[in-house]
């Protein structure tokens, strides 16, 4: 995998991460959906899904380069993950979520791809 497909895998799942971690929170939930509530299944659901993505995203940038080099580098795309999201969310919060899926798409397309190429 060449760095400029992980950088892409690793800011895709930035954002799909923290999209999820943000959700399954009360306060941002009412700003992202119509919904004043969520099941506490759906929450922890969110939240796992938010943890693998970021922890995704560390082991997608440790495979690219070396760890030392790797888990610098994650961690700076988690941090622009999280800038995405809060700039998201003050600019257009309800388009979130479909920016998140459209980001799935694009995360599907960069794995297919770069196991092809």
Partial sequence: MSP??????????????MTALAMAMDRHLVQLT???EITD???????????LCLLGTLFVCVQAWS???GVVAGLGFVSLGALLISVSMAVLPRALIW???????????????????
């Fill in 4 to 17: 400029l497909q992980a950088s892409l895998i690793a800011v895709v799942l930035s954002f799909i991460g």
């Fill in 34 to 36: 119509p919904k004043r």
């Fill in 41 to 51: 299944a759906a929450r922890h659901g969110l939240r796992g899904l938010g943890t």
């Fill in 67 to 69: 760890a030392t080099v």
């Fill in 99 to 117: 920016v998140a899926i459209a980001a799935s798409a694009v995360l599907g397309a960069a794995v297919l791809i770069s196991a092809v190429w």
